[in-house]
T-cell receptor, first 112, second 111 residues
Framework: GEDVEQSLFLSVREGDSSVINCTYT??????LYWYKQEPGAGLQLLTY?????DMKQDQRLTVLLNKKDKHLSLRIADTQTGDSAIYFC????????????FGAGTQVVVTP | DVKVTQSSRYLVKRTGEKVFLECVQD?????MFWYRQDPGLGLRLIYF???????EKGDIPEGYSVSREKKERFSLILESASTNQTSMYLC??????????FGPGTRLTVT
């Protein structure tokens, strides 16, 4: 199966950029996702990238995929207090539709 | 608007009790999922269902069973609750495309 690693905590100042990193072991994923979980809520899909892409930009969000190093990152530009949440990377394996592997989640705290 | 609801936000049960967690979606999605979320471990898939009366084991099915009698409802059953099943339980549904829609979660405490 997929091993997925994320750093557990990130502190960032309001207005700065945040970068959340994720590494994985299996390279057969089709879709790679970033989810956001606000306190007391379920997960919300932020963005996703196909495995044949290197980069995807969506407003303040930029996803970078380095397949050689098996590294996925999420950059949030102009970080706001409303961005404080837990961020999960997740992978869906090509041959196991519906079976997701999630990272442990990165707690992002935005300070004024 | 997409909606996944879970029957309880908080639940406290005793060891050995039979526990039912209910999940309902109003989007006519074929696929539904049950995860548990534990600090430092992320989400782990317990079971999923791709159609009525169909189910597949996820990564940690031991101690759990599921039921899907109607398309909109997916139930997670703890036959005999144990303290190591204290966790946050998240339900999700999904059409045939990529996105999963999550419910708000049920925080279960087994004493």
């Amino acid at each position: 199966g997929e091993d997925v690693e994320q750093s557990l905590f990130l502190s960032v100042r309001e207005g700065d950029s945040s970068v959340i990193n994720c590494t994985y072991t299996d390279s057969s994923s089709t879709y790679l996702y970033w989810y956001k979980q606000e306190p007391g809520a379920g997960l919300q899909l932020l963005t996703y990238i196909f495995s044949n892409m290197d980069m995807k930009q969506d407003q303040r969000l930029t996803v970078l995929l380095n397949k050689k190093d098996k590294h996925l990152s999420l950059r949030i530009a102009d970080t706001q207090t409303g961005d404080s949440a837990i961020y999960f990377c997740a992978f869906e394996l090509t041959d196991s539709w519906g079976k997701f592997q999630f990272g442990a989640g990165t707690q992002v705290v935005v300070t004024p | 608007d997409v909606k996944v609801t879970q029957s309880s936000r908080y639940l406290v049960k005793r060891t050995g009790e039979k526990v039912f967690l209910e999940c309902v979606q109003d989007m006519d999605h074929e696929n539904m999922f049950w995860y548990r979320q534990d600090p430092g471990l992320g989400l782990r898939l317990i079971y999923f269902s791709y159609d009525v009366k169909m189910k597949e084991k996820g990564d940690i099915p031991e101690g759990y069973s599921v039921s899907r009698e109607k398309k909109e409802r997916f139930s997670l059953i703890l036959e005999s609750a144990s303290t190591n099943q204290t966790s946050m339980y998240l339900c999700a549904s999904r059409p045939s495309s990529y996105e999963q829609y999550f419910g708000p979660g049920t925080r279960l405490t087994v004493t």
